[in-house]
């Protein structure tokens, strides 16, 4: 069974790989990663179809308080954005959505100013057919995310996992055009 819609949410923000501090980087640098996204029941036990492939560029941008994402999937892309919320302070809280407007809600960062090391979704679908909820971390060089993805009755019906890798931008640029190359699943 697959899950969701082929949205960004599977790989929405990822993370935030720490990054050079602000005042060092002149202009953004997109950073390339390569991974896959697997869903399973709740519990992890039994497998809603074999794990996919997927292809992120994620730019950072502090002055204009932003996070953009184009994710790839097999035979689709996901732009989605990410703008802080200049109403919550010290905290690091973006409003996220895609380009489709399939979806919006709050992923909120914690560790150091836009070199953040962990987060929290709270996304809700906007057809109506649920929410998610869950949790990422980033390293130095990869990126994990576990998300649970709850029907309209609030009960949990799967969960999303992501492991993706740094990678220069000749590999992503190969297995994006090989990806989209693909038929959507």
Do not use: N
Request: charged share 20%; with cysteine.
């Amino acid at each position: 069974m697959r899950l969701l819609c082929s949205a960004p949410l599977l790989t929405l923000c990822l993370a935030c790989k720490p990054a050079a501090p602000p005042a060092v980087a002149s202009e953004p640098a997109p950073r390339y990663y390569l991974g896959t996204t697997t869903t399973t029941s709740p519990d992890g036990a039994t497998a809603y179809g074999p794990p996919f492939p997927v292809a992120v560029r994620r730019t950072l941008d502090p002055r204009r308080g932003t996070i953009d994402e184009y994710v790839v999937h097999p035979g689709s892309t996901h732009p989605t954005h990410l703008r802080r919320d200049p109403g919550a302070g010290p905290q690091a809280i973006f409003t996220a959505e895609d380009d489709q407007r399939s979806f919006t809600g709050t992923i909120t960062f914690t560790g150091p100013d836009w070199a953040w090391t962990a987060w929290t979704y709270a996304i809700t679908l906007s057809d109506g057919s649920g929410t998610l909820r869950g949790s990422g971390r980033a390293d130095a060089r990869s990126i994990t995310t576990d998300k649970l993805f709850h029907g309209p009755d609030g009960q949990p019906r799967a969960r999303i996992r992501e492991r993706l890798d740094e990678v220069d931008l000749p590999t992503f640029t190969r297995t994006r055009d090989e990806l989209l190359r693909q038929p959507a699943p």
